[in-house]
């Protein structure tokens, strides 16, 4: 009898070079992204033992984390950011790997420019040494974050060492409501399921509501896996995957193109396939969501109430008042209405260019509110380019905004991008830590539509009220 299989077991059983026990096995991988943050250590460990980067073809760089969003013809004035864009570029010189540095038409963030240039394909094994790895599961990939010492063991020998996760399936079917987007799905899920309701598991986003939606709409689904402690997250590849791939710099060409898309619609998971763990959610009762606290799981329809003690398990209760203390929000109140003075569009998450077509498609005609400081950044030049092809930076000016240059920005304030202390930012990127976008700053997760709504209301609303 044959066994079923789900789509993760069928791609990791084909990139097992060698099992050590039932649990550990060696696992090859096809593509390694690498950035300025993680690979310096990693560079320094393969030199000290006296080899080099096994296969350069395979790896493909871009500094992203601690870039300046403005003025990048400039060299970089800010001293630690600097000389670790500088040890990349002289890393990946020294070690024959591919560069796409400031300047570079392909440059940009890395989980973002890995999809758009055709470097992310169906069947693949994938990581960086960057947690949001996850983001290229959409293709129906195994795709996660390493540590510095796995960056070592992939430049040394194309290989990691691995306990295999269980697997998790996770369906959402239905219709979404106005203004709820793919964002608001994955923190719905967050939400219900907690911050570490995902941990030891490989997930899988199945249902008509995920299958509905764009292949950037499932790169933020993917990318926020691991904010529920998930491995990584990944959806099956079908016709919409094919179409976003075709014609992309990398992607296969002729004759291979027509051997990949063959090969790509074989991999699904099989039917009756079992799966370790199984939710199943209803698109309609999703809500535009706004985090109220400290981890992405702290998260509220924007008309509903932050939950109050007596509904939060006894063991989170400490980290759920230190949160609602840090934030400055009271258990039980709303947070519409409440003002905002910082919006972040871009990220991983959410800086590709449908995020700043609907940013741009929601204030055009209106206003940026004047209390409103907002850091709109493209996730690429690519993207970049684009917008400016398409009109968007003119539609931003017009509204009081300012279109700026590719990076990982206020995501993580790794930058000047830092949201000063005490004041709110609505952010449409992944984590809502204490101090992530700048030392004692407040960020509030939402959609780049619920940013938009707030970046002309100067407060938090509900951006179904404002939609034709």
């Known amino acids: 009898m044959t066994v079923k299989k789900t789509l993760f077991e069928k791609l990791w059983e084909a990139h097992v070079v060698d099992s050590v026990n ?5 696992i090859y991988i096809d593509r390694h992204f690498i950035h300025e943050v993680t690979s310096p250590v990693a560079f320094l460990g393969i030199e000290n033992r006296g080899v080099g980067v096994f296969r350069p073809n395979q790896t493909v760089a871009t500094p992203d984390h601690n870039v300046p969003t403005k003025d990048q013809h400039l060299p970089i004035q800010e001293a630690l950011s600097r000389n670790q864009v500088e040890t990349l ?4 010189e ?14 940009g963030v890395v989980h973002i420019v890995g999809p758009e240039l055709g470097l992310t394909l169906p069947g693949t094994t994938i990581v960086c040494g960057d947690s949001h790895t996850s983001t290229h599961g959409a293709f ?3 795709a996660f974050g390493i540590g510095t010492s796995q960056v070592e063991s992939v430049f040394a020998t194309q290989c990691l060492l691995l306990a295999k996760p269980k697997t998790m399936k996770i369906e959402v079917n239905g219709t979404l409501d106005k203004g709820v987007t793919a964002k608001d799905i994955i923190l719905y899920i967050i939400s219900k399921i907690s911050s570490s309701g995902g941990t030891g598991y490989f ?5 008509s509501a995920i299958t509905s939606l764009s292949m950037e709409e499932r790169m933020t689904i993917c990318n926020m896996s691991i904010e529920m402690g998930a491995r990584g997250g990944m959806i099956a590849p079908d016709q919409t995957t094919f179409d976003y791939i ?3 710099e990398f992607a296969p060409k002729g004759e291979k193109w027509e051997e990949a898309v063959a090969h790509w619609k074989t991999l699904k998971s099989d039917e009756g396939a079992s799966f370790d763990k199984e939710l199943v959610f209803d698109a309609s009762d999703i809500a535009p969501m706004v985090t109220y606290g400290t981890n992405p799981g702290m998260g509220v329809g924007v008309d509903s109430n932050v939950p109050t003690l007596d509904q939060i398990d006894a063991d989170t209760k400490p980290t759920f008042q230190k949160s609602l203390n840090y934030m400055g929000f009271e258990q039980g109140e709303k947070l ?3 003002q905002v003075n910082w919006v972040f569009l871009g990220s991983c ?3 590709r260019i449908e995020d700043l077509r609907q940013f741009a498609g929601f204030v055009k005609g209106k206003k940026k509110a004047d209390n409103v400081n907002a850091l709109l950044v493209p996730g690429s030049k690519q993207v970049e380019k684009q917008a400016k092809a398409e009109g968007i930076d003119k539609i931003l000016a017009e509204a009081g905004f300012e279109l700026r240059e590719p990076g990982c920005s206020s995501c993580l304030a790794m930058n000047e991008d830092k949201v000063p202390a005490g004041e709110y930012c609505v952010s449409t990127s992944n984590r809502n830590f204490e101090g992530r976008q700048g030392p004692g700053a407040r960020t509030i997760l939402a959609s780049p539509l619920t940013a938009a709504a707030v970046a002309v209301s100067g407060k938090i609303v509900d951006v179904r009220d404002m939609l034709d």
């Not at 570029?89 to 990946?92: E, M, Q, S, V």
């Open 349 to 351: 998450t959410n800086g």
């Open 336 to 338: 519409i209405g409440k």
């Open 140 to 142: 129906g990939s195994i």
């Open 203 to 207: 997930v899988e986003y199945t249902g």
């Open 246 to 248: 075709n014609g992309r």
């Open 89 to 92: 570029t002289a890393n990946c």
């Open 22 to 26: 039932e649990k550990t096995d060696i």
């Open 94 to 107: 020294k070690h024959g790997v591919s560069l796409y540095g400031l300047g570079h038409p392909f440059h």
